[in-house]
């Protein structure tokens, strides 16, 4: 079985604010040790249940974070920024599963560290329909026509992949407190659980249908302040909502709205504040 994982990290065990996931910050090191450690788990997991070609896409921030050198053998890693697919780098038809670990709930919910790519995103819309970085990577697994089996991260993480994804697996490593402060399980402890949801994940493979997303889909994203949405406007081929901070974007695909709302909010990050 061939098996694609996504790692981000404001969902890693133990990791409850932005100290932990900054490479500028002195938990840093930490939480890319605890990152590694914990994906060491689901590989080991996943190849022990039969899975013998398993690749790793580093997903978080400059997506840099993973330590090569001490990941499980088995593994294949992603590395590095500047992807066309960001945190779906890699994934195609030829998979037969996916999970995502480490993630986080969406921009304005509850939930430790939520957010949608960047801080400056309040929504990400498709058709109307709200979604957040686990959606949308979902969307585009289902483009491909391959189920996300496990969602692994906090509780709220947890809660929005169950409403997102039909009988999909889910491990939640810690609870939410608040934007910044969590109830975590041990690292140890999370790898024992995570083990066990691998392989109950694993089992129940075929009744998880790949995520389907609509046909010549609209983009559309909300940002917190009308100059992110004129940085994103310079795309060609969006527009802004009058009297709103939402940027369109029709898209032949799920794939190239993927790739717009990257080009969007990457250019909704240049807005200064002064």
């Known amino acids: 079985m061939k098996l694609y994982i996504s790692v981000d990290m404001e969902g890693i065990t133990g990791l ?11 938990n840093y090191e930490r939480g890319r040790t605890i990152m590694t ?20 896409n580093d997903s978080h921030s400059k997506m840099n974070n ?5 990941l499980h053998s088995e593994a294949k890693l992603i590395t590095g920024d500047v992807k066309s697919l960001s945190m779906v780098e890699g994934l195609d038809d030829t998979y037969n599963g996916a999970m995502f670990i480490g993630y986080h709930a969406r921009a304005g919910q509850f939930g430790v ?4 790519m960047i801080h400056g995103v309040r929504n990400f819309y498709i058709n109307d329909h709200v979604i ?7 969307y ?6 391959v189920p996300i089996l496990l969602v692994a991260g906090d509780d709220q993480a947890a809660k929005e992949a169950e409403e997102l ?6 491990a939640a490593v810690k609870e939410t407190i608040s934007r910044s402060a969590v109830k975590s399980l041990t690292p140890k402890k999370a790898g024992q659980l995570l083990t066990e949801k691998v392989q109950e994940a694993l089992r129940n493979k075929e009744n998880v249908k790949p995520l389907l997303p609509p046909e010549n889909p609209v983009l559309r994203i909300e940002f917190t302040n009308y100059g992110q949405a004129e ?19 029709h898209a032949k695909d799920i794939v190239e709205a993927y790739k717009a709302m990257l080009v969007m909010t990457e250019l909704a990050m240049r807005t200064t504040f002064s």
Not at 165 to 170: G, H, K, S
């Open 66 to 70: 993973i330590l090569v050198d001490q």
């Open 113 to 116: 560290m939520s957010h949608a």
């Open 132 to 138: 957040g970085e686990m959606g949308f990577n979902a």
């Open 165 to 170: 994804i039909p009988n999909v697996t889910t």
């Open 37 to 56: 450690e914990e994906t060491n788990y689901v590989v080991d997991a996943a190849y022990k249940a039969g899975c013998n070609d398993i690749l790793v």
């Open 16 to 26: 409850a604010d932005y100290s932990f996931v900054d490479s500028s910050m002195h």
């Open 140 to 145: 585009v697994a289902g483009h491909y026509g």
């Open 231 to 249: 940085w994103a406007n310079l795309m060609p081929g969006t527009e802004i909502e009058q009297g709103t901070t939402i940027v369109k974007f």
